[in-house]
């Protein structure tokens, strides 16, 4: 739940073009405790008509921390519904109270996801370590130097699949990964866990390690998942309204957003990466009568919920240069048509899309994925009557 404590205004305020001084801003401390969290939100307005900027005008605005408890997830101590499985060689299919999964031992993903016998899912979750690139990208030569990553996710095989019933009465399943390049070199290995509980939670924990550290950088370190269309009503605590990345995310405040899926599309003139969310808590898409899932960062996650794939947003090549044919090849956004489907990423992030020019500087090092491994954690569950 979010609300807001207290509001208000400091009038007086005295500091001169170039000046710094000290503000006290009283606020009720009784009322910050360590297991919720707490953010005080700055506006700077004009207070008199100015120019074209009209009395009101914000000029400046900042989101300070007061206090943001981590929390890992810990099931409820209350009794939770039995679960049971039937492994028919091929598939594993786990039924609980109100929702069933299917999983195929041989991709090692979720093929079914349903509520009350209403299926979620187009396709599910399979490992993700690309973005449709940016003109920023294409100036730096990402494409050039990370392209071994473009179809990793997809070349992703199954080296181990193991299942386990726990104590507690929730099912483990374990998913081991081997992922190449195109040409069957294997760049990384990555692990899978899904943990099952009778409330309907499902904890995914994921972990990733390169093959060898003198391996590219990340452009992504996430999970792709395919929703029915109809799942298209989107709310989230986190960064928003508009899209923010790593290095471009100060301005998008955390709290409670919502909107259709389809106005989280930002149409570039050149279709490219777009609606991206970072520092998220939870998120949830939902139909008209509320049914669908709910994703919680296990603290936090980025996310990104489009009803168009990477690839409807992939350029040819850098077309900042001239192309013979370039006519026949560029898009447009009226190129961009939806799916009727809803592409979420569930992602540890991805990397900054800034450099300091267009034409060959990278994203800042502290905004790149370049770490030998990674791992991460969230939960899902179906949601609704």
């Given at each position: 739940?979010v609300r807001w404590l207290e509001s208000g205004e400091l009038e007086d305020l005295r500091i ?50 007061i206090s943001l408890p981590e929390r890992d997830y810990i099931p409820g101590a209350e009794a ?191 279709p490219q990466e777009n609606g991206y969310k970072t520092d998220t808590r939870w998120f949830s ?101």
């Amino acid at each position: 739940m979010v609300r807001w404590l207290e509001s208000g205004e400091l009038e007086d305020l005295r500091i001169s073009p170039g000046e710094n001084g000290l503000l006290t801003i009283a606020y009720d401390h009784s009322a910050v405790n360590d297991s919720s969290e707490f953010f005080l939100n700055l506006s700077l307005e004009g207070k008199e008509d100015w120019g074209i900027l009209a009395a009101g005008h914000i000029y400046a605005r900042e989101q300070l921390e007061i206090s943001l408890p981590e929390r890992d997830y810990i099931p409820g101590a209350e009794a939770m519904a039995d679960i049971v499985f039937n492994d028919n060689g091929k598939q594993v299919i786990v039924s609980g109270q109100g929702f069933s999964l299917d999983f195929d031992k041989a991709s090692g993903t979720i093929i079914s996801w349903k509520k009350d016998g209403v299926q979620l899912l187009e396709k599910g979750p399979v490992p993700d370590f690309w973005r449709p690139l940016t003109d920023n990208d294409y100036g730096n030569r990402l494409d050039k130097r990370a392209g071994v990553w473009k179809d990793a996710g997809s070349n992703a095989e199954v080296t181990a699949f193991d299942k386990e019933m726990l104590d507690d009465g929730s099912l483990l399943i374990n998913v081991e990964m081997a992922i190449s390049d195109n040409e069957g070199n294997k760049l990384a290995a990555e692990t899978i866990s899904y943990r099952i509980y009778g409330s309907g939670d499902i904890l995914v924990d994921i972990s990733f390690r390169k093959e060898d550290a003198a391996l590219p950088e990340l452009p992504r370190m996430g999970m792709q998942m395919h929703l029915k269309g109809r799942y298209d009503r989107l709310s989230w605590y986190g960064r928003g309204p508009h899209h923010n990345y790593a290095d471009r995310k100060t301005s998008a405040f955390i709290g409670i957003w919502e909107g259709p899926v389809a106005a989280q599309y930002v149409p570039y003139i050149r279709p490219q990466e777009n609606g991206y969310k970072t520092d998220t808590r939870w998120f949830s898409l939902t139909d008209d009568e509320g049914r669908g899932i709910m994703v919680r960062g296990n603290p936090t996650i980025c996310f990104a919920a489009l009803h168009n794939l990477h690839e409807d947003f992939a350029a040819p090549g850098n077309l900042a240069r001239r192309r013979k044919d370039a006519a026949e090849v560029n898009t447009h956004t009226t190129d961009i048509k939806p799916r009727d489907l809803v592409a979420v990423n569930i992602d540890y992030g991805q990397m900054g899309v800034g450099g300091d020019n267009s034409w060959g500087a990278r994203p800042h090092p502290q905004y790149r994925l370049e770490a030998d491994s990674y791992s991460y954690s969230f939960i899902m569950r179906a949601v609704g009557d």
